[in-house]
């Protein structure tokens, strides 16, 4: 894979991050055992949090699978970052800023970036009321519908209920999917999620796409300032479309920014 072809990779992995996942899509509320009853309101009341996604996709028109991770840093009251690729820097950051209603990704190997307004908050809502409304509709999610439970593990070191369903409803992507297997653990004692695990298979069966997301860490306190970018002089605009994983770059003759 050539240095362009490798840029471009990336951003498209990152656009199918955007649209696709169990985290991404709120779900009707439901019903389930104790440990699942106290866990969606709790997940609903920390004030910030943090986990890691590793994802694996596999297509059989490729010589390997490809592998993308991102950390997600996640205010209720400012709002959402992700590193993707996050090394030292990362490939990509992406801002939902909360108190300004924007949205800025960087995409730092090519030096582009791309934003947007975000829709206006109803009359009288709260800030981050909708990543509230996020965090419930993982867990939510799981118990509205027909599910096995998988009993107790230790994962990270904590006690966790774990259930598995099959095609949950309101799962959606960028793509056609076929088959969706998920699993969601959460700690007994907390009653926060402590690992969710989605395998889905797309494309008429020749896509599969294996998603884990772990190393949560919640009720953290973040800085207003960590949700706000800051767009480099020399980046350029670009556009993108989430849905159609399309990213127009800059022309020859716009100027730096």
Known sequence: ?????????????????????????????????????????????APGFVWHTKTTQTNVAWEQPRESRRITYWCAKHGVRTDDHPDDPPAVTTYVNYDDGTQVILFHPMKWYAQRSLPPQ????????????????????????????????????????GVEVQNPAGFGGNFQIDSVTAQLWVSVKTGYPVLIQEDVIGNNWTLQ??????????????DPNEFKAVIPPDYQLVYLDPQQGVVVPPSADQKSH
Do not use: H
């Open 1 to 45: 894979m050539n240095r362009s072809t490798a840029k471009l990779a990336i951003v498209a992995t990152v656009i199918a991050a955007v649209t696709l996942g169990l985290l991404n899509v709120p779900g009707p509320g439901g019903r389930s055992a104790v440990v699942w009853a106290q866990a969606a309101p709790q997940a609903g009341t």
């Open 209 to 222: 796409i294996k998603t884990v997301k772990d190393q949560f860490q919640w009720d953290v306190q973040f």
């Open 122 to 161: 109803p009359p009288g809502a709260e800030a981050g009321r909708e990543a509230d409304a996020w965090r419930k509709a993982t867990i939510n999610q799981f118990m509205s519908g027909a599910y096995k439970k998988l009993g107790r593990q230790t994962i990270a070191g904590e006690e966790a209920d």
